[in-house]
């Protein structure tokens, strides 16, 4: 099956807006269904309540249901350190909108790639969104009646971050509240026929040091002999799945995302696995795997300390297999987090 490889990309932020149907990370939700949009409620983290932030975004739609012409799935998370648990998802949010090509918000023809075009398809004109996240804001400022809100964290933490002196003002604030925005170009993986063939030899690599390990002469061996890999993997108990990861993501170590929509997880641990997949809550229907969050894009996240930032081995979203209509714009999805235990 083929394998779509995401990629990080510098571009123009006029770009990414939502009238082009982008992949992105970071910055403001690109919302696909302008009008019914998630807010503080559907937002909450499980452990501290705060709204989570967008993470990234994967335009994907089924090529062959009209229901579903348009389709992004979106991924947002907690940026509180403390509520990123080990092996846990509750500081994670998913969520997926899909289209019709017929649709209340945007032409059916394909957008042009031009700064000035269509600039009216934007949220804002169907509704509020919260000037520090991008999500539904019900609350606006009391004073100028301009600034909009999803919470009172966010008003707080805009007040003290300037609006306080620009209030009333045309002038707009920019914070680092967001994390970095990029475009997430997708691509497909090239290499995939060959990876059975340098599992195989990988795996070899590994026994023959292990055995080495065992018969005591490993010591004997300088550290830039050794591949540094390898070396993990010899400390991994599941050593053969950490092979495997690393076999698949080695040609491209730069990938933020694999996409193979009905297709296996690649695992990067045999433990913690989600092996019991809830079902749909909107239809009650079965999900499938249709993506996986790379630990490569903790990278391009700007983390000033990178000892007391967010962290995951892989994230793996699954979504409703039929794809059925949201009722309310968005309808929930899953996401299970994976991490690297070490013993």
Known sequence: MNVDLGFVEKCEAWS???????????????????????????????????????????????????KAFHRTIYIFVCKNVKCCKEN??????????????????YPSEPPEERKDWRTDLDVNSWTTTCCICGIYAPSHCAKCKIKNYCCRLHQVYDWINGHKKTCGTDISVNTSFLFPEYELVIEKDEDVENDDDDLEKEKAELEKFQCMVLDGQ?????????????????????????????????????????????????????????????????????????????PQLLNFLNFDDSAESLDWGILVIFTCKESCIPKKGYTVEYIWKQDIVNK
Request: glycine fraction near 6%; proline fraction near 6%.
């Open 88 to 105: 846990q998802n509750g500081n994670f949010k998913v969520f997926r909108s899909q289209l019709e090509k017929n649709n209340l918000f």
């Open 218 to 294: 490993a010591g004997t061996m300088q550290n830039d002999d050794v591949d540094p890999d390898l070396l993990k993997m010899s400390s991994i108990e599941e050593d053969e799945v950490f092979a495997e990861f690393h076999v698949k993501t080695n040609n491209y170590p730069d990938q933020v995302l694999r996409y193979q929509r009905g297709g296996p997880v690649l695992y990067i641990s045999q433990e913690n696995q989600a092996l019991e997949i809830p079902n749909c809550t909107q239809c009650n229907g079965e999900r499938q795997f249709e993506f996986q969050i790379m």
């Open 16 to 66: 990414l807006e939502s009238r082009f149907f982008p992949s992105k990370i970071g910055g403001k939700p690109a919302w696909l269904d302008l009008k019914n949009i998630p807010g503080k409620t559907e937002l909450e983290c499980n452990y501290c309540f705060d709204p989570c932030i967008f993470l990234c975004q994967v335009y994907a739609p089924y090529e062959n249901e009209d």
